[in-house]
């Protein structure tokens, strides 16, 4: 029985995380040297600085201001709030404005990823008792995977059994959760476009995903931009959750786990065993450093 225990391994909560970072960048900004640009200490130009390094040709300035705000962030669920995510946001609203072009974004979030990873070696996972399998993939079609890496990256420091998959269509995507026994998937969008065109796609996706997972009480949680922008809840394209930054994402797998485990215990029935799930199919790879910024 999938009776999962996540406490005391998700990150802290999301109003102290973000407390942290402005202390911590704060005091970046009033002690460090060469910061120049951001003596005000907000996070908000932080971000818009690095949005801009990482669209130039040489991104080694970009990296280095990335690395200055990871130490002073503490830690990487700071970072991907208050640096990373506005960070492409920032790209999308000058490819909005006609500012760069949809190229440019693209490889910008690419340098990010590959930063990320750099970053996020040496850094140790948590253990918990009861670890979801849990897939984490980009939306079919979609070709920014900055949102699953950093998801990846949270959940599998939270303690989960990542695996990650790319499928290039919805078919392929099917035909995975068909054949690979897994107890939640993690789908999102761009966190640099909002994407709202697709939303009714992903519901209908989502459906078909549910109707031919191999496991029957599969859990479904989505993010991306549009998630964060317009506070779209998860229900409302067929997924139990939503994380509008990954820094929440773990947090949002245990709060649907509990909500269902709960309900489950009311009607009185049992979720799918895991005793016998099959292990990794084609298709996807155990979650790794490499792997999160590929």
């Not at 499928?167 to 476009?193: G, N």
């Amino acid at each position: 029985m999938l009776q999962q225990s996540f406490a005391k391994t998700i990150m802290p909560p999301p109003h102290l995380v973000v407390t942290m970072c402005e202390v911590a960048l704060q005091t970046w900004a009033d002690s460090a040297s060469g910061v120049g640009p951001f003596g005000a200490g907000k996070h908000h130009d932080v971000a818009l600085r690095l949005a801009a390094l990482s669209l130039a040709t040489d991104p080694e300035e970009a990296r280095g201001l990335l690395i200055r705000a990871y130490s002073a962030c503490g830690s990487m669920g700071a970072l991907t709030e208050c640096i990373l995510e506005p960070t492409a946001r920032e790209l999308g609203d000058r490819w909005a404005n006609d500012d760069c072009g949809e190229y440019d974004v693209t490889m910008a979030l690419c340098r990010l990823q590959s930063f990320v990873r750099e970053l996020s070696a040496g850094r140790a996972q948590h253990f918990i008792a009861h670890p979801l399998v849990i897939l984490v993939a980009p939306m079919p079609g979609e070709v920014h995977l900055l949102g699953a890496s950093l998801d990846a990256e949270a959940l599998w420091e939270a303690g989960h059994d990542i695996r990650i998959g790319f499928p290039d269509t919805e078919l392929a995507l099917q035909r995975l959760v068909a054949a690979t026994w897994f107890d939640a998937i993690d789908l999102t969008l761009s966190l640099a476009f909002r994407r709202e065109h697709r939303l009714s796609r992903m519901e209908q996706m989502i459906a078909t995903v549910r109707r031919t997972s191999k496991n029957p009480a599969l859990l479904v949680v989505v993010g991306g931009r549009v998630f964060h922008d317009r506070a779209v809840a998860g229900d409302e394209v067929g997924a139990d959750g939503c994380a509008a930054s990954a820094c929440h994402v773990a947090a949002e797998f245990a709060r649907v786990q509990t909500r269902l485990d709960f309900a489950s215990r009311l009607l009185g029935t049992r979720l799918p065993a895991g005793s016998a799930r099959p292990r990794l199919s084609a298709g996807t790879r155990d979650f790794d450093r490499s792997s999160a910024a590929r």
